[in-house]
């Protein structure tokens, strides 16, 4: 099958397109940043559009490319801090391309499935334990309404123009080749040689790790499975949740040294006690995770050092 990945060469997007190009799929991506051709073709992607997600883009990808089955939709805003920071950027990174998208589709190849990456950010701050698909979304952070938004956009060309998507809301990514978030900046600091870490919060929070390859896999299985409705959303998560203090204790652990952790006790506001997926569906697609936490960690560390030789 041809199938379509925006924002392929980003973090999930290169594990996604593996994946897919070993099932024996023609991947073609579109989205930012110059990639070369052996790199193109050691992640499997036949063609690569660099440029923006609208109507005369797609359309040289589809003359190039055939007219997708699916369409895996990862471009989009990718941190809190940036959406704080840029909120117009981050809202034209996820709402406007994914109008574009949807407006595209409708048009230009309404048979198409859309597998759309979301985030847990759409849940906010208020829950505790497993959170269920059917929660109520109360987002905290430009991030996350600008998420919630695409998701509405996308049950609406559902409802209105039969357009069939499936939305799965992520929740905490890591992995090798991530090179941001939590992990990263701990490990920079330990790379720069700092003995203590203090961190901000308590350490009780709560997170629900999924790594990368988990999450390029689950996005896979959605595709693979018929979708009995038009529009549907799907936890990304392995339901199993761990506090901060002990995913810093098992990175020191793993970084090696006599290397202390404390936490300030300051909380930001609107940053969620806990996020952790209510995996209930992943379980009927069906759907496990395979790596499990302390063997990710265990590869992400030396992937860090290594790259930071």
């Not at 490319?65 to 996820?94: C, K, M, N, W």
Request: proline content about 4%; aromatic content about 8%.
């Amino acid at each position: 099958m041809t199938m379509w990945v925006t924002g392929a060469n980003g973090f999930i997007g290169r594990h996604l397109v593996r994946v897919l190009a070993d099932q024996g799929h023609a991947v073609h991506g579109i989205g930012h940043g110059a990639i070369e051709n052996a790199d193109r073709e050691r992640i499997g992607l036949r063609e690569w559009l660099n440029g923006e997600i609208d109507a005369a883009n797609l359309n040289a990808l589809a003359s190039r490319s055939g007219t997708p089955s699916t369409i895996f939709h990862l471009a989009g805003g990718s941190s809190v801090g940036l959406s704080i920071a840029q909120p117009y950027e981050d809202f034209s990174r996820t709402v406007s391309s994914t109008a574009r998208l949807l407006e595209w589709l409708r048009g230009s190849a309404s048979d198409c499935r859309l597998i759309v990456a979301s985030s847990a950010a759409v849940y906010g701050a208020r829950y505790n334990g497993p959170i269920s698909e059917d929660a109520e979304p109360i987002p905290m952070s430009p991030y996350g309404q600008h998420k919630l938004m695409m998701e509405q956009l996308c049950r609406s060309y559902a409802i209105t123009f039969g357009l069939r998507s499936t939305v799965a809301r992520l929740f905490s990514v890591y992995g090798p080749h991530l090179r941001k978030q939590l992990l990263w900046d701990m490990c920079s600091r330990l790379q720069r040689g700092e003995q203590t870490l203090v961190l901000g919060g308590t350490g009780a929070e709560v997170r629900d790790w999924i790594d990368v390859r988990d999450a390029a896999r689950l996005f896979a299985k959605i595709a693979e499975v018929p979708q009995r409705e038009s529009y549907q959303i799907v936890n990304g998560g392995s339901g199993l949740g761990t506090t901060v203090a002990d995913i810093i204790g098992m990175l020191v652990k793993n970084w090696g040294g006599d290397i202390a952790v404390r936490f300030s006790g300051i909380v930001r506001p609107g940053d969620p006690f806990s996020l952790l997926a209510d995996d209930a569906k992943l379980r009927e697609l069906p759907f496990a995770c395979q790596i499990p936490l302390d063997r990710g960690l265990a590869e992400y560390v030396p992937w860090f050092k290594e790259q930071a030789r």
